[in-house]
């Protein structure tokens, strides 16, 4: 009898436990679902990269061409190699499927982001356990400075690159040295596609590769074959997709895609600015960066890194793995730092793995994220133990509960995106054969009107001067010459003043349209 009165406040208890457990997990999911997929044609409102983007597979299924397009006719460069086919060919097959739209666009890259999201919490919990996978990927998701939400809604490259990355990471670890042949082949593929997904990804992933070779060489010293198959598979995709560019694109632009390369690389990736080196240090020591957490994490990680492995608590195994990540993270963020435009987007895979460092310190200072065991250890006496640790934790559920609130607001919040609606107004009061002149090039895949864009060449000239204070792209470029019927001047446009109010004026166009971030000018007639 006392065993039958005893047992069942027990089963009843577990019982609880086990619903609970439930509806947390249903109520994590719900929350989870809405980040991915509620107000998706809305939020983030869709722009020039997105817009520049989508050209790409509206012009695969209109036309049957690998290119971008304005007036003058195709262009094969830009859009083309700035998202690799892993996500022009799905929306592409998307438009086909289901027609073209702004809506079937976003849902393959909510799958994305949904895959990316479910590999980095496998990829985390191999490396650090349960626990730390779910701080880290709460902290993937709603992080500003990463902003792997606002990213994965949109037609960009960086989050399907860091699914494929971190796909192939995942393979590359949980095998390691029981890889055979083809799972180390499989793993180069995948971080080859990364790669091909997202060209940025070429200079930290190559440069990690081999970083984390030597270190094996000189250190750890396991076979070569681990590193070296991996390394030569990658760069033989990246480079057989470009070998098939040149191939298709032909010689006859195949230097005007040289050209452009070199411009992005002046403009954008090797700038050495000692300003804008102040400006990336800001933004990673900014309270948007893990609440100011980011660089104690990444010294920790380098203390616990160094230590034995013994006294690290930590496999040697699993200790050269983090190792790998940890160079992948300090390469981007260095880059960034040293030799980008500080544009924070240019962080975004080592801020994205740097959530991996960041849950790993508050799992050593809260005893693995245990609140009951931080009490007791306080009430034994282990005050720095225990009260520092409750306060770990309540800074780690302040920083994700807060940018958790932030972004879920955001999203619910949106207004209906104005560049839609501008495509609205378009199609009820622009002829169809008009010519319009804009730097929106969004504007050219949700409406089928005469667009002419600035050149391909011109856009890292508007960076330089935005971040650099160079030669103002309208001294560089006269749309009067092509006399346009209309031109609509939105954000881009704008923030470049690639049409200048006096230059209009001087023209003779008349503002007839006013709507959000859009003014649409007629062309008087003489």
């Known amino acids: 009898m006392m065993t039958s009165t005893t047992s069942q406040p027990r089963q009843e208890a577990e019982w609880l436990n086990m619903w609970t457990k439930r509806l947390v997990v249903a109520v994590v999911a719900l929350f989870v679902f809405f980040l991915f997929f509620y107000n998706l044609t809305d939020y983030p409102k869709t722009w020039f990269d997105e817009g520049s983007h989508l050209h790409v597979p509206k012009a695969l299924v209109t036309m049957g061409v690998y290119a971008d397009y304005s007036s003058e006719g195709l262009r094969h460069f830009g859009p083309t190699i700035g998202v690799g086919p ?35 919490f496998l990829l985390a919990r191999w490396l650090l356990g349960l626990r730390s996978a779910l701080v880290a990927t709460a902290l993937l998701l709603t992080m500003p400075a990463i902003g792997t939400v606002e990213y994965g809604r949109q037609v960009l490259g960086e989050v399907p690159g860091l699914a494929f990355m971190a796909a192939g990471f995942l393979l590359w670890f949980t095998r390691w040295q029981r890889s055979r042949l083809w799972e180390l082949t499989l793993v180069g593929a995948l971080l080859g596609l990364s790669v091909v997904t997202k060209y940025q990804y ?16 000189f250190y750890f010293k396991l076979p070569q074959r681990l590193f070296l198959i991996p390394g030569v598979v990658a760069a033989l995709i990246f480079g057989a997709w470009q070998l098939f560019t040149l191939v298709y694109l032909g ?23 000692p300003p804008l080196m102040m400006r990336a240090l800001g933004e990673l020591f900014s309270a948007k960066s893990f609440l100011w957490t980011l660089f104690p994490a990444l010294l920790y990680a ?26 992948l993270t300090l390469i981007n963020l260095s880059w960034y730092v040293v030799a980008s435009v500080s544009w924070l987007r240019y962080a975004f895979v080592g801020l994205a793995f740097s959530a991996f460092f960041v849950a790993w310190m508050f799992r050593d200072l809260t005893l693995n994220f245990s609140p009951m065991h931080l009490w007791r250890a306080a009430q034994r006496g282990q005050r720095v133990v225990g009260y520092g640790g409750l306060t770990a934790l309540f800074w780690l559920a302040a920083m994700i509960s807060a940018s958790a609130a932030r972004l879920t607001w955001t999203i619910a919040s949106a207004p209906p995106d104005d560049s839609m609606q501008m495509a609205a107004v378009m199609n ?9 002149e804009t730097w929106e090039p969004q504007m050219g895949f949700l409406t089928d009107h005469r667009y002419h864009y600035p050149p391909q060449l011109l856009l890292n000239r508007a960076v330089r001067q935005v971040w650099l204070n160079e030669t ?41 349209e006013t709507l959000g971030q859009f003014e649409l000018y007629r062309r008087r007639s003489p």
């Open 428 to 436: 009820r009061t622009v002829p169809l054969d008009a010519l319009v």
């Open 86 to 120: 892993t996500v022009m060919l799905p929306i592409a097959a998307a438009f086909q499927l289901f027609g073209i739209g702004l809506l079937q666009a976003r849902l393959v890259m909510a799958l994305y982001l949904a895959a990316a999201t479910l590999l980095m």
């Open 302 to 327: 380098s203390y616990a890194l160094l230590r034995a492995p013994g006294k690290a608590n930590l496999s040697q195994e699993r200790r050269q793995q983090l190792a790998i990540l940890y160079l």
């Open 472 to 512: 103002p792209v309208a001294e560089l470029y006269d749309f009067t010459e092509l006399a346009p019927d209309f031109v609509l001047i939105g954000e881009f446009s704008r923030w470049v003043n690639v049409y200048p109010p006096e230059r209009l004026q001087q023209a003779g166009y008349e503002r007839v």
């Open 251 to 273: 010689p006859a632009t195949i230097g005007e895609n040289l050209a452009m390369l070199r411009e992005v690389t002046a403009g954008a990736a090797a700038v050495f600015s």
């Open 202 to 217: 070429l200079l930290v992933l190559g440069a990690t590769l081999l970083a984390a070779w030597g270190l094996n060489l």
